[in-house]
């Protein structure tokens, strides 16, 4: 269904107001959906009749061939990639026919929304000339990836992407719209910074923070950042100050630097703390590599600490590991069906099949683990075939 026709109201009203009303509400008013939609073909007066049509509609991630005519000419000549790399089944595999299931939700107040993977896609006069690619949960609009033709590069159509699908969010009552990871050190990824106000989310905490010129600048000096690491670390270094202060003085003074203290910290200060952030930066890498090579060696994923993986016990409650859909080309079986099943050992020997398929269990969740329908979409409809047919 194309997305303009959310707002048929807007040819009325742009008809209604003449040029100069138009250009004196907008130099003391910016309107994000107004202006998105202003290009759209539906939403031009006429006469006189436009030399160009442009029309956005959002579609199912299916596959189809000028979708990868669009996908393979950016790729080759905006991601510069050899186009050997580029093929059919990577395109499928990569941005088309997602797991997520479509559907529609209604809201309290009547309107429907969408559910699952889309095609957001771009038409210029009847021509695809790019998609974003987008999962739409039921709190967010999740960005995943967005194309477009070279030719058009001048235009800067991903700024353009970015916007409409803000916009999108927006007006079809999701909360929050997600541009996936920021990697600082990636050049292709710096542009994300420039949206606001948008939130990072806190490594350690996972709070969210915004994502404002003084953390980036953070970013320029150190790999990793922790807001809420140095939030703590100048608490305690305040403390340490007051306590210092206080010694050797008299007991009234003492109770007027007992007061509360802002908690901004001098620039020596805060450059001590940054200080002995790198240092403990450096210990936190050093851990992760070690940890890397403890993996390497057969580390145990369920004494790993790491946030939302279910415990052994959980697994079992919740899911029968002997049928576990797996995939032995061109065959769908059950875990079960495995030789070693029974002889490798039990869920708890770290490193058996039976505690990889329940690592597998508790990462993804345990519906998933025993649900065919899964494995048969994220494998495409090529390579299913039942067990029963062989």
Not at 180 to 198: D, L, N, T
Not at 277 to 284: A, C, L, S, Y
Not at 296 to 317: A, K, N
Request: overall charge negative.
């Amino acid at each position: 269904m194309a997305e303009v026709r959310a707002r048929r109201d807007l040819p009325q009203r742009i008809g209604e107001a003449s040029p100069e009303k138009q250009t004196a509400k907008r130099k003391n008013h910016f309107d994000l959906s107004e202006s998105v939609h202003d290009c759209e073909y539906p939403n031009i007066p006429t006469p006189p009749e436009p030399e160009h049509g442009f029309e956005v509609k959002l579609e199912p991630d299916t596959f189809s061939e000028s979708k990868f005519r669009l996908y393979e000419n950016y790729q080759r000549l905006v991601h510069k990639e050899p186009p050997s790399r580029i093929t059919r089944a990577g395109f499928r595999d990569f941005l088309c026919d997602s797991p997520l299931t479509r559907s529609t939700q209604t809201l309290a107040n009547g309107k429907e929304k969408k559910l699952g993977s889309y095609h957001q896609c771009y038409y210029l006069d009847d021509r695809l000339v790019a998609i974003g690619v987008l999962d739409l949960l039921p709190h967010c609009v999740s960005g995943v990836y967005f194309i477009y033709h070279d030719d058009l590069s001048k235009w800067q159509f991903g700024k353009l992407g970015a916007l409409r699908e803000a916009c999108f969010a927006g007006e079809s009552d999701y909360r929050y719209y997600y541009m996936g990871y920021y990697i600082h050190s990636c050049v292709k990824m710096r542009y994300k910074a420039s949206y606001a106000p948008q939130n990072v989310l806190d490594p350690e905490t996972y709070d969210w923070d915004p994502l404002e010129p003084e953390y980036t600048h953070r970013l320029d000096r150190r790999r990793y950042v922790s807001l809420s690491r140095e939030r703590k670390g100048a608490r305690n270094l305040s403390v340490e100050e007051n306590i210092e202060g206080d010694k050797g003085r008299n007991v009234e003074s003492k109770a007027v630097t007992g007061l509360p203290r802002e908690t901004t910290t001098s620039d020596e200060a805060l450059s001590d703390l940054e200080g002995a952030q790198d240092v403990t930066t450096n210990k936190i890498e050093d851990r992760d590599d070690e940890e890397e090579l403890d993996a390497d060696e057969g580390g145990d994923l369920f004494t790993s600490g790491m946030p939302g993986i279910l415990m052994p016990s959980e697994v079992l409650q919740q899911c029968n590991l002997d049928n576990t859909p797996i995939f032995v080309k061109p065959h769908l079986v059950t875990a079960d069906c495995l030789v070693s099943w029974e002889t490798s050992g039990g869920i708890d020997k770290v490193g058996s099949i039976k505690h990889i398929f329940a690592e597998f269990a508790a990462c993804i969740g345990t519906k998933l683990a025993n649900d065919p329908s899964f494995v048969k979409n994220l494998l495409g409809k090529d390579y299913y075939q039942t067990f029963d047919d062989r």
